[in-house]
């Protein structure tokens, strides 16, 4: 007679530059799904565990936070997933994931967990580097101060992860393992009144009757509730309960979330003393390193010539893939054509089908290079030393240093970015860079910049991939001066505030884990292939019909093909479009085919290739790389028989595409965030008046100093 288990729900938890992740991927085998968080949008990785005699377990990777005490949305995520609250379920056992060679810090995170009441397992991971620091701990003292299991691990390497199986095993069977069973410290009279009249505005169901959990999480409250939280769901008493209290400690001369670290504080530093084997200091190679990396001068040249060398190898390195890419499309064209009889349902099925879906595909890896590097320096350690570098310049220009992440994040895409913003804890410090964000260079702006990169330098010419890599660079580093100096502007008019020193943990130096990186590569690429391809997908179908409609009728049987494509995108109802906006391009070197392209990549940057595609009569399975549509664009000319696409005007092109917001998916999620249109309306128009001036700055002038 068989049995079956409920599954049970093992939540993981741990400061950030700890190795959750690493751990995550070893303990489930990589064999993890991604979905939101209930009733939020913030994402959470689930996956399964294979435990000693337990028919299921599930995992949840919870957000990485150096405290429960929450202030925004990803930090109420964070606790609610550890302690059980709504929108989350109470989960079966914590595993918190800790530093061993930084105990004190991260047993501040353990301390409120067991506070909780939940059972809990630590997961004391990175030992082999704390035995070289020479801070390894006394593992058995440890687990004697806590009362829980204290497993040592190297994640990296698979070391000890059987052994926390079976201790995770051992307290879902036997909760009481986990479970401290004396409190950890005594609050001062004055603090245990506050935590007393706090507790008594807790909604029932938040503790259920537990006295230890509902003290806990009055201490949460006490901690986290004040007039700026932007935290949802709160009781309004409990609001007023906590307001009174602080007020009363203020009269009293006293500051509560200073008495309640200070006594955490005092509790993790003596059990510190008596378990760290050995309080060697000992100044290694990466302190050395630190020194060249975080020079003012030395480090930020190193960082250029670093992203230097990743736009070369997105040229130089993608194409190989690419060409592959499009040999397959190619092929896929021409079966198509050959299955299906002539006319406008052929027409349609192979430019506006498969040329929509080359229209991105044939991009992909040089986003997948972008993003393995990305990859590679945040699992490296280099991450967290370019935050402090740029901060020194962010600070300067009235950005908060934690602005740096989801700026970095912009180079991928700017959606994601926005998301990131979250862990900023002021509403004016997510607002500026959420203003600024778009203005960094993302993945869907590098088709367009390949195909006028490669017409200013042509791919055949001596060193073309050196000089392409430097023009890219160039573009990267415009787009983010110019966010920076946005940013010193709106900072100081329309989105004022104090500023906030930029606190950062400095991990050390490590080789990156290759499981790990290569699931977010995964995750992220199939992420941009989900969300960019269906609407690039939808943009080209439209592109095509507004391309193919009305029908030209040819003039005579002597007219060519080439002449009849370029009549029919003329008459359609995008070239009508194109020639009504021709008069307000036409100053930046643009003609109406150009303001075709600009319409059409509004809704996707990518579009703008496929759509020069077609206006030009080469098809929309195009890429940057396609000769046709190089050697068409090289061709073009205005009416009077000048060139159009010259270096000057392929850099006013550039200049353009990097500061209009041509992408409705980020106006949609500034909206949602900001829940008002007022601000991605304002962020509409600020950079598309940004865009025009520049590109007419830079083509005008250019023109004043004699260039073509």
Partial sequence: MSTTTRARTVVLAGNPNVGKTTLFNRLTGGRARVGNYPGVTVERHLGRLSLPDLTAAELIDSPGTYSLSARTLDEQVAFATISGLAPGDRPDLVVVVVDAARLSRNLYLVLQVLELGLPVVVALNMVDEARRSGLEPDVPALERELGVPVVPVVARKGEGTDALLRAVAAVLHDPARGTRDRELWTPEPALAADVAAVAEALPAEWHGGDERRRDALALWALLSLDPDDELIEIPPVLRDAVESRRARATADGRTIDREVIAARYAWIDARVTETVRDRRRVRRWTDRLDRFLLHPVLGFAFFLLLMTGLFQALFAGADPVIGRIEDGLGWLSARAADALPGGLFADFVVDGLIGGVGAFLVFLPQIVILFLFLGLLEDSGYMARVAVLMDRIMKALGLHGRAFVPMLSGFACAVPAILATRNMERQRDRLLTMMVLPLMTCSARLPVYGLLIAAIVPIGEPGAPFRQGLLLAGMYVFGT?????????????????????????????????????????TEQASEFVKKAGTVILLCSIAMWVLLEFPRHEPEGTGET??????????ESYAGQLGRALEPVLEPLGFDWRIGVGIVGAFAAREVFVSTMGVVYG???????????????LAAATWPDGRLLFTPLVCLSLMVFFALACQCMSTLAVVRRETRTWRWPV???????????????AVFQGGRLLGFA
Avoid: K, N
């Fill in 561 to 570: 093909e080439t002449a009849a494509a370029a009549a029919q995108a003329s």
């Fill in 682 to 696: 304002f962020m509409l128009a600020y950079m598309t008046v940004l865009a025009w001036g520049a590109s007419f």
């Fill in 481 to 521: 001066v110019t966010a920076l100096v946005c940013a010193f502007v709106l900072g100081r008019t329309l989105i004022r505030g104090p500023r906030i020193p930029l606190v950062l943990e400095m991990p050390p130096y490590r080789l990156p884990h290759a499981p790990t990186v290569l699931r977010t590569v």
């Fill in 618 to 632: 080469v098809g929309a399975d195009v890429d940057e790389e396609t000769p046709a549509l190089r050697e068409r």
